[in-house]
Each structure stands twice: as C-alpha cells, then as structure tokens.
C-alpha cells in the first residue's frame, strides 16, 4: 500500500502591523485569502498580497503560504 498526497487548497495569510501597545509592541491582525488554488504559484500570490498592501494603511509585514493535501491511500 502507498499513500499518497494529493493537493487540495492553500492560504495565504497577511499579516499586518496595526499599531503599537502601551510598552512599545507592534500589535499585528492577520487577513486571509482561504481556498487558493494549490497549484498557484508562490510569485503570483506575492504579487496579489503586495498590491492588496497598497491599498491599506497598515504596514504589511508577513505573507505567509499554508498548502493542505488529502492523504490518499492507494491500493
């Protein structure tokens, strides 16, 4: 038996500096982008999130790719 994986969505998520607390800290809030496209390629999503950085006032400062994929048992 081999299992095997199967791709089948991914999330971007955006991770901006909203302010900063009391003690100087960022405060940062995330926005995610669910149901990507496994297949899409990590430029194209890099460039989706910067022009998405562009149109708020908050200062990017993470893109982050999480992949999910279906473990098939092949018999």
Not at 6 to 34: A, R, W
Not at 38 to 51: F, R, S, V
Not at 62 to 71: F, N, S
């Amino acid at each position: 038996m081999a299992v095997n994986s199967v791709p089948s969505e991914s999330t971007v998520t955006l991770k901006f500096q909203v302010g900063v607390d009391g003690g100087g800290d960022p405060i940062f809030d995330n926005k995610y982008l669910h149901h990507v496209k496994p297949d899409a390629l990590d430029q194209d999503l890099y460039d989706i999130a910067a022009a998405l950085d562009g149109l708020v006032d908050n200062t990017l400062d993470t893109i982050t790719r999480e992949d999910v994929a279906e473990l098939i048992n092949e018999v």
